[in-house]
Nanobody, 122 residues
């Protein structure tokens, strides 16, 4: 089974940056598109970004376009989410998941990490 582990979350001031990492183990990460989701307190889990298995195609939610960048390094079996110009409303638990990108639907993901908390203070 593909297992995913996120890291890189923490507390950051508005306008700051964080880079989240998602490392795959078990079956290789490289065969799968990787998506990032987030879930804020009291809200449903939402798709943030997705990247194809080769890294050649990326998708972003409108709320993060121009601020977040998804990437991957298949040699390291790792996907990343670079988050710049962070806002308090970005505060959430961020999850990586494996599955088709498309419209970044949580129901289509086949494997999930346990999440990493990002807190952007006001």
């Amino acid at each position: 089974q593909l297992q995913l582990v996120e890291s890189g979350g923490g507390l950051v001031q508005p306008g700051g940056s964080l880079r989240l990492s998602c490392v795959g183990s078990g079956f290789t990460l490289n065969y799968y598109p990787i998506a990032w989701f987030r879930q804020a307190p009291g809200k449903e889990r939402e798709g943030v970004s997705c990247i194809s298995s080769s890294g050649g195609s990326t998708t972003y939610a409108d709320s993060v376009k121009g601020r977040f960048t998804i990437s991957r390094d298949n040699a390291k079996r790792t996907a990343y989410l670079q988050m710049n110009s962070l806002k308090p409303e970005d505060t959430a638990v961020y999850y990586c998941a494996a599955g088709p990108c498309g419209t970044i639907l949580a129901s289509l993901m086949i494997s999930w990490g346990k999440g990493t908390l990002v807190t952007v203070s006001s």
